[in-house]
């Protein structure tokens, strides 16, 4: 249920929950002041306890407030890439975040995100917390449809259109003297080369290991239909395809497009969409094509899609 910023406002200032637009994907807000609305993303998502939650500013200042250490090249990151989708984990004076927002970690993730909504509604409200406006598992959502989707026709949700970006952030933890990407996300690993000198080491979750990103840990992004990742396709299978505008492919059942094959900005922006697409239309599985480069944006929808497609 479309409502107004003033409404959202009142409703975060009462310890409700809203969604809200980001440039990345909806977010689920609640005020960092209200523990009990946190609690509420927690039940409403079925989300792990153990998996923290990232706190939105709308001012780079503000991290003062918050930082029991403020890292090297933390300033040139929060310029360089504030508002964006970019998430930074530092140390918090343990007062100063609720544990249950840090999953009791004595760190804690902050990002400005850059839409409009989003930073009108932290002006006006203060800090908040917000995961992915999705339940626990299933892909993201990047319309207002998908959230209603996902929580009900009368959720109240602040309309901001489509994202842009269409995945989530980027998040850098600073360990041993160095930034690393902990969780790949809109920005590549090589655009952080210019402000750091190098590009951040992506760390993957292993198997047998705590992973530094709690969030790593659990199946993800994932819709019902069973997706088959693949670069070949056979005449005549008839099966569902999620592939590119630019190129041919046998005769299918449906055809979803994630646009131009040398758009990995456009395919990013389409990728919970077409997979939400395949759940909204009944599909029970499908093939998609992930013959483009591993490198850049299309890492991260390589990451996205090999955990959406596990099961
Ligand atoms: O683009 C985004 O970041 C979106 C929009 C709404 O801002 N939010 C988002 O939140 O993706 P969520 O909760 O779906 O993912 C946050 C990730 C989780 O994997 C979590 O484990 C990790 O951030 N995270 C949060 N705090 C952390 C911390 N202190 N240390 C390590 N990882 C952390
Ligand atoms: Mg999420």
Same mark, same amino acid.
Request: net charge negative; charged share 20%; glycine share 6%.
């Given at each position: 249920?479309?409502?107004?910023?003033?409404?959202?406002?009142?409703?975060?200032?009462?310890?409700?929950?809203?969604?809200?637009?980001?440039?990345?994907?909806?977010?689920?807000?609640?005020?960092?002041?209200?523990?009990?609305?946190?609690?509420?993303?927690?039940?409403?998502?079925?989300?792990?306890?153990?998996?923290?939650? /990232?706190?939105?500013?709308?001012?780079?200042?503000? /991290?003062?407030?918050?930082?029991?250490?403020?890292?090297?090249? !933390?300033?040139?990151?929060?310029?360089?890439?504030?508002?964006?989708?970019?998430?930074?984990?530092?140390?918090?004076?343990?007062?100063?975040?609720?544990?249950?927002?840090?999953?009791?970690?004595?760190?804690?993730?902050?990002?400005?995100?850059?839409?409009?909504?989003?930073?009108?509604?932290?002006?006006?409200?203060?800090?908040?917390?917000?995961?992915?406006?999705?339940?626990?598992?299933?892909?993201?959502?990047?319309?207002?449809?998908?959230?209603?989707?996902?929580?009900?026709?009368?959720?109240?949700?602040?309309?901001?259109?489509?994202?842009?970006?269409?995945?989530?952030?980027? /998040?850098?933890?600073?360990?041993?003297?160095?930034?690393?990407?902990?969780?790949?996300?809109?920005?590549?690993?090589?655009?952080?080369?210019?402000?750091?000198?190098?590009?951040? &080491?992506?760390?993957?979750?292993?198997?047998?290991?705590?992973?530094?990103?709690?969030?790593?840990? +659990?199946?993800?992004?994932?819709?019902?239909?069973?997706?088959?990742?693949?670069?070949?396709? !056979?005449?005549?299978?008839?099966?569902?395809?999620?592939?590119?505008?630019?190129?041919?492919?046998?005769?299918?059942?449906?055809?979803?497009?994630?646009?131009?094959?040398?758009?990995?900005?456009?395919?990013?922006?389409?990728? +919970?969409?077409?997979?939400?697409?395949?759940?909204?239309?009944? /599909? &029970?599985?499908?093939?998609?094509?992930?013959?483009?480069?591993?490198?850049?944006?299309?890492?991260?929808?390589?990451?996205?899609?090999?955990?959406?497609?596990?099961?």
């Amino acid at each position: 249920m479309e409502i107004t910023l003033d409404t959202a406002q009142k409703l975060l200032k009462t310890g409700e929950v809203v969604a809200v637009p980001t440039e990345t994907v909806y977010g689920l807000a609640a005020s960092l002041q209200s523990e009990a609305a946190i609690q509420k993303i927690f039940q409403l998502k079925g989300r792990p306890s153990d998996n923290p939650l /990232i706190i939105h500013i709308s001012e780079a200042n503000q /991290i003062s407030s918050f930082a029991a250490d403020i890292p090297d090249d !933390f300033a040139a990151l929060a310029k360089a890439f504030w508002p964006g989708p970019l998430a930074l984990v530092i140390p918090v004076i343990p007062d100063s975040v609720p544990s249950i927002v840090r999953a009791n970690l004595p760190t804690a993730a902050f990002r400005i995100p850059n839409h409009p909504i989003a930073l009108a509604l932290i002006r006006q409200s203060g800090p908040i917390v917000m995961p992915s406006a999705n339940l626990s598992g299933t892909p993201s959502s990047t319309c207002r449809k998908h959230v209603e989707a996902d929580f009900g026709d009368d959720f109240p949700v602040l309309d901001g259109d489509f994202c842009s970006k269409g995945v989530e952030s980027t /998040i850098l933890i600073y360990q041993d003297q160095r930034w690393q990407i902990i969780r790949q996300g809109a920005i590549p690993s090589q655009a952080f080369l210019s402000i750091l000198g190098y590009a951040p &080491e992506i760390l993957y979750a292993e198997m047998d290991k705590k992973p530094v990103c709690p969030g790593q840990k +659990y199946r993800h992004y994932a819709p019902k239909a069973k997706l088959h990742l693949t670069q070949h396709f !056979f005449a005549n299978n008839n099966e569902v395809i999620v592939g590119f505008s630019d190129r041919t492919y046998p005769n299918s059942a449906r055809f979803i497009s994630l646009g131009d094959s040398s758009n990995p900005e456009f395919a990013a922006k389409n990728l +919970y969409y077409a997979l939400r697409t395949l759940d909204e239309e009944g /599909i &029970e599985s499908a093939l998609v094509d992930v013959n483009f480069p591993r490198e850049g944006l299309w890492n991260t929808l390589w990451e996205r899609l090999q955990k959406a497609s596990c099961k």
